[in-house]
């Protein structure tokens, strides 16, 4: 059975940093792509940074780029989010998600696999 688990969530003042890690399991080869989205209360999740596995390449939301840099560590099957530079409308929970193949974006329906999500508040 495929786990996507996350970790690394906190609090932190703004201005502040986090990196959060999103370990996957049970899948017998490489993820195409793996990916982090985040949803606020009352707002719908969006796409924050995705990854190839393959190539390495990623793609970043305007909203957090220059900030967030997403990477991987095939060795250890896991996904990292370094989160610079928070800001209060960063809070969310943050969700790992992976797709075995097709278009590696940021649309919610392009990806097969979901974590539980690690909670990230940011205080002003």
């Known amino acids: 059975q495929v786990q996507l688990v996350e970790s690394g969530g906190g609090s932190v003042q703004a201005g502040g940093s986090l990196r959060l890690s999103c370990r996957a399991s049970g899948y017998p080869y490489s993820f195409y792509c793996m990916g982090w989205f985040r949803q606020a209360p009352g707002k719908e999740r969006e796409g924050v940074a995705r990854i190839y596995t393959g190539s390495g390449t990623t793609y970043y939301a305007d909203s957090v780029k220059g900030r967030f840099t997403v990477s991987q560590d095939n060795a250890k099957n896991t996904v990292y989010l370094q989160m610079n530079n928070l800001n209060p409308e960063d809070s969310a929970m943050y969700y790992c998600?992976?797709?075995?193949?097709?278009?590696?974006?940021?649309?919610?329906?392009?990806?097969?696999?979901w974590g539980r999500g690690t909670q990230v508040t940011v205080a002003s």
């Open positions: 998600a992976a797709t075995r193949g097709g278009p590696c974006n940021l649309m919610l329906s392009s990806w097969n696999y």
